[in-house]
Protein backbone atom coordinates (compact mmCIF):
# COMPACT_ATOMS: atom_id res chain seq x y z
CA UNK A 1 0.00 0.00 0.00
CA UNK A 2 2.23 2.84 -1.45
CA UNK A 3 0.12 5.38 0.27
CA UNK A 4 0.72 4.20 3.98
CA UNK A 5 4.29 4.66 5.35
CA UNK A 6 5.49 3.17 8.32
CA UNK A 7 7.45 5.65 10.93
CA UNK A 8 7.89 3.26 13.55
CA UNK A 9 11.70 2.13 14.42
CA UNK A 10 11.80 -1.54 14.21
CA UNK A 11 12.04 -3.38 18.11
CA UNK A 12 15.01 -5.60 18.43
CA UNK A 13 17.36 -6.62 21.06
CA UNK A 14 20.79 -4.40 21.02
CA UNK A 15 18.76 -1.76 19.83
CA UNK A 16 20.10 2.24 20.86
CA UNK A 17 18.14 3.36 23.98
CA UNK A 18 18.60 5.96 26.17
CA UNK A 19 21.55 6.18 28.77
CA UNK A 20 20.62 3.64 31.43
CA UNK A 21 17.81 2.21 29.73
CA UNK A 22 17.35 -1.26 30.23
CA UNK A 23 16.76 -1.56 26.58
CA UNK A 24 14.74 -4.01 24.92
CA UNK A 25 15.25 -7.56 24.99
CA UNK A 26 13.43 -10.53 23.12
CA UNK A 27 13.99 -14.28 24.05
CA UNK A 28 12.29 -17.94 23.26
CA UNK A 29 10.18 -19.16 25.51
CA UNK A 30 8.69 -22.13 23.07
CA UNK A 31 11.19 -23.14 19.98
CA UNK A 32 8.79 -25.44 17.41
CA UNK A 33 12.87 -26.28 16.22
CA UNK A 34 13.80 -27.97 19.55
CA UNK A 35 10.87 -29.70 19.49
CA UNK A 36 8.27 -27.62 20.91
CA UNK A 37 4.40 -27.50 19.78
CA UNK A 38 4.28 -24.01 18.92
CA UNK A 39 6.91 -20.38 18.89
CA UNK A 40 6.66 -18.66 21.79
CA UNK A 41 8.21 -15.33 22.89
CA UNK A 42 8.84 -13.12 26.22
CA UNK A 43 10.33 -9.41 26.20
CA UNK A 44 11.51 -7.29 28.48
CA UNK A 45 11.95 -3.76 27.60
CA UNK A 46 11.66 -0.31 29.06
CA UNK A 47 8.55 1.51 27.98
CA UNK A 48 10.59 4.14 26.40
CA UNK A 49 12.28 2.23 24.00
CA UNK A 50 12.06 2.79 20.24
CA UNK A 51 8.88 4.71 18.86
CA UNK A 52 6.86 5.77 22.30
CA UNK A 53 4.44 7.76 23.48
CA UNK A 54 5.20 9.80 26.49
CA UNK A 55 2.25 10.40 29.23
CA UNK A 56 1.98 12.94 31.54
CA UNK A 57 2.40 10.64 34.16
CA UNK A 58 6.19 10.68 33.29
CA UNK A 59 7.51 13.57 34.77
CA UNK A 60 3.86 14.67 36.41
CA UNK A 61 2.74 12.94 39.81
CA UNK A 62 -0.73 13.69 38.67
CA UNK A 63 -0.84 13.42 35.46
CA UNK A 64 -2.88 10.93 32.82
CA UNK A 65 -1.04 7.32 32.39
CA UNK A 66 -0.85 6.15 28.92
CA UNK A 67 -4.03 4.27 29.22
CA UNK A 68 -6.34 7.55 29.78
CA UNK A 69 -4.63 8.87 26.83
CA UNK A 70 -7.07 10.02 24.02
CA UNK A 71 -7.43 7.94 20.94
CA UNK A 72 -9.16 11.04 19.12
CA UNK A 73 -5.60 12.79 19.51
CA UNK A 74 -3.63 9.62 18.33
CA UNK A 75 -5.67 9.54 15.12
CA UNK A 76 -5.81 11.87 12.56
CA UNK A 77 -4.61 14.95 10.74
CA UNK A 78 -0.95 15.64 11.54
CA UNK A 79 1.20 18.27 9.83
CA UNK A 80 5.12 17.15 9.20
CA UNK A 81 7.48 20.01 9.38
CA UNK A 82 10.88 18.98 7.32
CA UNK A 83 13.92 20.96 9.37
CA UNK A 84 17.47 19.79 8.10
CA UNK A 85 19.37 22.41 8.78
CA UNK A 86 18.15 23.21 12.45
CA UNK A 87 20.55 21.80 15.21
CA UNK A 88 17.67 23.08 17.59
CA UNK A 89 13.64 23.54 17.61
CA UNK A 90 13.00 26.81 18.91
CA UNK A 91 10.46 29.41 19.13
CA UNK A 92 11.87 31.34 16.16
CA UNK A 93 11.85 28.18 14.12
CA UNK A 94 8.32 27.32 14.92
CA UNK A 95 7.26 30.66 13.89
CA UNK A 96 9.13 31.42 10.94
CA UNK A 97 8.42 28.13 9.07
CA UNK A 98 4.61 28.66 8.43
CA UNK A 99 2.83 25.68 9.66
CA UNK A 100 -0.79 25.74 9.01
CA UNK A 101 -2.96 27.21 11.88
CA UNK A 102 -5.40 24.56 11.82
CA UNK A 103 -2.05 22.12 13.04
CA UNK A 104 -3.16 19.90 15.77
CA UNK A 105 -0.79 17.47 15.14
CA UNK A 106 2.88 18.37 14.87
CA UNK A 107 5.75 15.95 13.65
CA UNK A 108 9.84 17.27 13.17
CA UNK A 109 11.34 15.90 10.46
CA UNK A 110 15.31 16.61 11.47
CA UNK A 111 18.73 15.32 10.41
CA UNK A 112 17.88 12.79 13.54
CA UNK A 113 16.16 10.17 11.13
CA UNK A 114 19.27 9.64 8.91
CA UNK A 115 20.52 7.85 12.26
CA UNK A 116 17.94 5.29 11.74
CA UNK A 117 19.52 4.62 8.62
CA UNK A 118 22.51 4.07 9.53
CA UNK A 119 21.59 0.71 11.88
CA UNK A 120 24.21 2.65 14.84
CA UNK A 121 23.20 1.58 18.29
CA UNK A 122 25.31 4.55 19.33
CA UNK A 123 23.49 6.94 21.57
CA UNK A 124 23.63 10.27 19.71
CA UNK A 125 24.00 13.42 22.65
CA UNK A 126 23.75 15.94 20.05
CA UNK A 127 20.44 15.41 18.35
CA UNK A 128 18.27 17.71 17.39
CA UNK A 129 15.37 18.53 20.07
CA UNK A 130 12.66 21.25 21.05
CA UNK A 131 13.88 24.10 23.27
CA UNK A 132 11.21 25.30 25.89
CA UNK A 133 10.57 28.26 23.99
CA UNK A 134 9.24 25.73 21.39
CA UNK A 135 7.20 23.95 24.00
CA UNK A 136 6.06 27.18 24.76
CA UNK A 137 5.16 28.20 20.95
CA UNK A 138 3.39 24.81 20.67
CA UNK A 139 0.99 25.25 23.64
CA UNK A 140 0.50 28.65 22.52
CA UNK A 141 -1.27 27.37 18.98
CA UNK A 142 -2.95 24.68 20.51
CA UNK A 143 -0.90 21.75 19.19
CA UNK A 144 -1.96 18.43 20.78
CA UNK A 145 0.36 16.23 19.63
CA UNK A 146 3.73 16.33 18.99
CA UNK A 147 6.66 13.97 17.54
CA UNK A 148 10.23 14.61 17.05
CA UNK A 149 12.52 11.40 14.97
CA UNK A 150 15.06 10.82 18.28
CA UNK A 151 14.90 9.34 21.78
CA UNK A 152 13.46 12.34 23.34
CA UNK A 153 11.66 15.74 22.80
CA UNK A 154 14.05 17.70 24.86
CA UNK A 155 17.82 18.45 24.09
CA UNK A 156 20.29 15.31 26.13
CA UNK A 157 21.09 16.60 29.38
CA UNK A 158 18.68 19.64 29.98
CA UNK A 159 15.83 19.08 33.17
CA UNK A 160 12.43 17.90 32.45
CA UNK A 161 10.86 21.07 31.50
CA UNK A 162 10.53 21.21 27.93
CA UNK A 163 8.62 17.79 28.64
CA UNK A 164 6.82 19.69 31.62
CA UNK A 165 5.28 22.85 29.68
CA UNK A 166 3.71 20.39 27.11
CA UNK A 167 2.29 17.93 29.53
CA UNK A 168 0.55 19.96 31.63
CA UNK A 169 -1.29 21.19 29.02
CA UNK A 170 -2.09 17.00 28.34
CA UNK A 171 -0.14 17.42 24.48
CA UNK A 172 0.62 13.72 23.81
CA UNK A 173 4.56 12.92 22.82
CA UNK A 174 5.17 10.79 20.99
CA UNK A 175 9.11 10.23 20.73
CA UNK A 176 11.90 7.63 18.62
CA UNK A 177 9.76 8.56 14.89
CA UNK A 178 11.81 7.23 11.98
CA UNK A 179 10.64 10.20 9.65
CA UNK A 180 13.48 9.45 6.43
CA UNK A 181 10.84 8.82 3.88
CA UNK A 182 8.54 11.37 4.63
CA UNK A 183 8.37 15.16 3.14
CA UNK A 184 7.05 17.62 4.45
CA UNK A 185 3.07 18.21 4.34
CA UNK A 186 0.08 16.97 5.79
CA UNK A 187 -0.67 13.31 6.31
CA UNK A 188 -3.37 11.18 8.53
CA UNK A 189 -1.54 9.88 11.44
CA UNK A 190 -2.33 6.68 13.50
CA UNK A 191 -0.09 6.12 16.84
CA UNK A 192 -0.97 3.53 19.22
CA UNK A 193 0.35 2.66 22.00
CA UNK A 194 -0.21 -0.33 24.37
CA UNK A 195 -2.87 -0.12 26.27
CA UNK A 196 -0.76 -0.78 29.21
CA UNK A 197 -3.17 0.12 32.72
CA UNK A 198 -1.18 2.82 34.97
CA UNK A 199 2.20 3.21 32.81
CA UNK A 200 3.41 6.58 31.88
CA UNK A 201 4.84 5.62 28.42
CA UNK A 202 4.31 2.75 25.87
CA UNK A 203 6.07 1.92 22.62
CA UNK A 204 3.79 2.48 19.91
CA UNK A 205 3.41 1.63 16.19
CA UNK A 206 2.83 5.00 14.12
CA UNK A 207 2.00 5.22 10.52
CA UNK A 208 0.95 8.10 8.33
CA UNK A 209 -1.08 8.00 5.05
CA UNK A 210 -0.22 10.43 2.58
CA UNK A 211 -3.37 12.50 1.66
CA UNK A 212 -4.52 12.68 -1.80
CA UNK A 213 -5.09 16.25 -3.10
Request: proline content about 5%.
Amino acid sequence: MDDIIDISVPLKSGMVCWPGSTGFHLSRTMDMSKGDPANNSWIDTDVHIGTHIDAPWHSLPNGNTVDQLPLDVLIGTAFVAYLPDVTEITAQTLENHLIPKETKRLLFHTRNSKIWGKNDNEFKKDFVALTIDGAEWIVKHGIQLVGIDYLSIQQFGESMETHNVMLRKNIIIVEGLDLTDVGEGIYELTCLPLRIVGSEGSPARAVLRRIQR
